[in-house]
């Protein structure tokens, strides 16, 4: 049995660009607020973390303390994740405006 062909898209130096679509069964939305909230992360490996307003993030186990404004501070946008042994969970916190944030898997 052979391999099948597989075309990626490539870079301007001609090496492939490894691609990844989400997965939409596996979406956790939820709304970034003045109360620090704690989220499961999707199984797997890779994630999407999508925020509409700027947050305080924490990542960790589900025994993670709340997010703080000393923790990460993520602007709105779009970021891709690769999850490390024992990240289960992500905590956040609003920076000044109320907004929702998504999580999705990629695979």
């Known amino acids: 049995m ?3 062909t597989t075309n990626l898209p490539i870079d301007d ?3 492939a660009i490894q691609a990844v679509g989400p997965d939409d069964d596996t979406v956790v939305p939820g709304l970034i607020t003045n109360t620090s909230q704690t989220f499961a992360l999707p199984v797997g490996d890779i994630y999407e973390l999508t925020v509409t307003s700027a947050c305080y993030v924490k990542v960790g186990s589900s025994e993670i303390a709340t997010a703080t404004s000393s923790h990460r501070c993520l602007l709105a946008g779009s970021y891709v ?3 490390l042994p024992l ?3 992500i905590s ?3 920076v ?3 907004g929702i944030i998504t999580i999705t898997r990629l695979r």
Request: glycine share 6%; proline share 6%; charged share 20%.
């Open 87 to 89: 990240q289960t969970h």
């Open 92 to 94: 956040i916190l609003r």
């Open 81 to 83: 994740y690769r999850k």
């Open 13 to 15: 130096l001609g090496y």
């Open 96 to 98: 000044s405006a109320d």
């Open 2 to 4: 052979s391999n099948p």
